[in-house]
């Protein structure tokens, strides 16, 4: 079975320009949530997708949005982005959302100069 | 609101001897708890979790958790460690009764096993 798949992997922007960061869950899988990762603030959820509906949402601006298609792949969009955006961007799946046993893909890295 | 506080950041260890590494939670409802291992350059993985029942969790690769709800305290243990379970440890807390899937993560402990 093929894991939660993260596109890109690396990427590089600057300050101000957007990002646009996929990812594709475990076949099966209908929720899809998204951390962000920083040596400073460790783990921070973003947001829940399931069925298409955003469940559940974190404490960033809204500069941070994302969504979820029919198939389950999700997509999350940074506009203006902040040299504090860099970070790792973890996306994970989990069948049904509610038993907090996420699988998690390698992330995708960051970095705005 | 929630809050997980993973009390050591950096836990070295000797290869073969045992680690504990410690969690506590903050939380005014049920809950479930986690812990996560992070190998370098890579997402994280479940080790293990305790939604309810049995106090004592048992994982994978040989770690075990209990879960204390009088000390509000979920730590991770391992008899004897390897080489390989160099790498760093997240616990985490969600709200239980059915809340969807929002993990509250501490700040992570890196274990270090030296030969």
């Known amino acids: 079975k093929a894991g939660v798949t993260q596109t890109p992997r690396y990427l590089i922007k600057t300050r101000g320009q957007q990002v646009t960061l996929s990812c594709s869950p475990i076949s099966g899988h209908r929720s899809v949530s998204w951390y962000q990762q920083t040596p400073g603030q460790g783990l921070q959820f973003l947001f829940e997708y399931f069925s298409e509906t955003q469940r559940n949402k974190g404490n960033f601006p809204g500069r941070f949005s994302g969504r979820q298609f029919s198939n389950s792949r999700s997509e999350m969009n940074v506009s203006t982005l902040e040299l504090g955006d860099s970070a790792l961007y973890l996306c994970a799946s989990s069948f049904d959302g509610f038993t907090g046993e996420l699988f998690f893909g390698e992330g995708s890295r960051l970095t705005v100069l | 609101a929630q809050s997980v506080t993973q009390l050591d950041s950096q836990v070295p260890v000797f290869e073969e001897a045992p680690v504990e590494l410690r969690c506590n939670y903050s939380?005014?409802?049920?809950?479930?708890l986690f812990w996560y291992v992070q190998y370098p350059n890579q997402g994280l993985q479940l080790l293990l979790k305790?939604?309810?029942?049995?106090?004592l969790v048992k994982g994978i690769n040989g770690f075990e958790a209990e879960f204390n709800k009088s000390q509000t305290s979920f730590h991770l243990r391992k008899p004897s460690v390897h080489i390989s379970d160099t790498a760093e440890y997240f616990c985490a807390v969600s709200e239980g009764q059915g809340g969807s899937e929002k993990l509250v993560f501490g700040k992570g402990t890196k274990l270090t096993v030296n030969p």
């Open positions: 939380s005014s409802v049920s809950v479930y």
């Open positions: 305790y939604l309810s029942g049995s106090t």
